[in-house]
């Protein structure tokens, strides 16, 4: 049952995070500078959570690299958007293929975890 | 395989602390994206929009307002100068309806208000969003059915139309006079309004083909009076020059 406690949790972020954003009411134009920075912390926070799922089923889970990976992917990733803002190159860009690929790398891999899981379970039933 | 038991701590919680946080974040960027919608329609606009100075927008009006007073101050001048006598006030009449014609001088009359704005698209895909919005070519083609109806003064959202305008695209905004216009357009135009609005609604005209688009694109009315204001752009001229006067005995021999 602990394994469905993150979805649950992502649930009540979602509607305390959606009700509080529509209760600041931020102006448009302010919106619009930050937009980019918000997916990429997004971005970063869904790679550290799958990654933390990954090494806690591959049994290596350690938090300081769990929170230290969060805060500092996201840091380099605000600031490659930043720097690119001021160089005129979407450097942005660099941080979306790199978070992304390790996402889809992780999900794969908890995939397979299961799914290996689940045809081991189904051989010992058939045995 | 999975069973290396190195600092092994209790995961799943602080996994979900986190997905607790990428929960709020993410609410945050929804929240943003559909905020940047509400303000300026698609994140395409997005750049343009934080890129254009509030207060550069407002020097231009002051500009602008300043450039049709002094226009008017000139009108004003000239009419003076021409009083008694009859030769300057042949002269003065002719320059005034120059100018008329040429767009320099506010005018009103009986006409039109076409009012254009972006429809809701019944979907999100790119392909009908370009049908709801309205485009340069739309502004286009309603300025040249108005003219073909007869109008004699056009202005687009205040920027009078001349025979130097162009209306055109320029990344997410229509630009009418070099000078950035935006939804809800609304064209004034002086002329007559039963001969402008049956020429917009013509069958398979512009009208018709929004209205099967979506009615409420587009609102049309006639009025007994519509002021159609000066046009505030440049005046200079660079590379036209009169052609030299021939005399009549010329003009014969030039066409056989």
Redesign the interface.
């Known amino acids: 049952m602990?394994?469905l406690?993150?979805?649950?949790?992502?649930?009540?972020?979602?509607?305390?995070?959606?009700v509080?954003?529509?209760r600041l009411e931020?102006?448009?134009?302010l919106?619009?500078?930050?937009?980019p920075y918000?997916?990429l912390?997004?971005l970063a926070?869904?790679d550290?959570?799958l990654g933390?799922?990954r090494?806690?089923?591959?049994?290596?889970?350690?938090?300081d690299i769990?929170?230290s990976g969060?805060v500092l992917n996201t840091l380099l990733a605000a600031g490659l958007a930043f720097l690119g803002d001021r160089i005129g190159v979407d450097l942005f860009l660099a941080a979306v293929v790199a978070l992304g690929s390790r996402v889809f790398l992780n999900l794969s891999l908890i995939r397979r975890?299961y799914l290996t899981k689940l045809a081991l379970t189904r051989r010992k039933e058939a045995t | 395989m999975?069973?290396?038991?190195?600092?092994?701590?209790p995961?799943?919680?602080?996994?979900?602390?986190?997905?607790?946080?990428?929960?709020?974040?993410?609410?945050?960027?929804?929240?943003?994206?559909s905020?940047?919608r509400?303000?300026?329609g698609g994140?395409g606009r997005?750049g343009f929009?934080?890129g254009a100075s509030p207060s550069l927008a407002a020097t231009l009006r002051e500009r602008e307002k300043e450039i049709a007073d002094l226009r008017e101050k000139q009108t004003k001048l000239e009419n003076v100068l021409a009083e008694g006598s009859g030769k300057l006030k042949a002269l003065n009449d002719e320059l005034q309806l120059a100018k008329l014609l040429s767009g320099l001088t506010e005018v009103q009359g009986p006409g039109i208000v076409l009012t254009l704005q972006d429809g809701k698209p019944r979907s999100n895909r790119a392909f009908d969003a370009a049908r709801f919005t309205i485009h340069d070519y739309d502004l286009q083609m309603v300025v040249n059915e108005l003219v073909a109806s007869g109008a004699e003064a056009i202005a687009i959202s205040g920027q009078r139309v001349i025979s130097r305008t162009a209306i055109r695209c320029v990344g997410p905004t229509i630009m009418v006079n070099n000078v950035p216009v935006v939804p809800p357009y609304q064209i004034v135009a002086v002329g007559d309004p039963g001969t402008m609005a049956g020429g917009l609604n013509m069958p398979g005209g512009y009208l018709d083909d929004l209205r099967m688009t979506d009615p409420s694109m587009f609102t049309l009315e006639k009025r007994d009076n519509v002021v159609v204001p000066a046009y505030t752009g440049r005046t200079e001229v660079r590379w036209a020059q009169p052609t030299p006067q021939k005399s009549d005995d010329e003009k014969e021999r030039a066409e056989p």
């Open positions: 602990t394994a406690l993150p979805v649950v949790a992502l649930a009540l972020g979602l509607v305390i995070g959606w509080a954003f529509a931020i102006p448009g134009e919106a619009a500078v930050y937009a918000l997916s912390a997004t926070g869904v550290t959570a933390g799922i090494a806690g089923i591959e049994g290596r889970f350690q938090d769990f929170v969060f975890y | 999975f069973t290396s038991a190195h600092r092994h701590q995961w799943v919680w602080q996994v979900t602390a986190l997905c607790f946080m990428l929960g709020l974040l993410l609410a945050g960027s929804l929240q943003t994206v905020t940047i509400r303000a300026g994140p997005v929009i934080s």
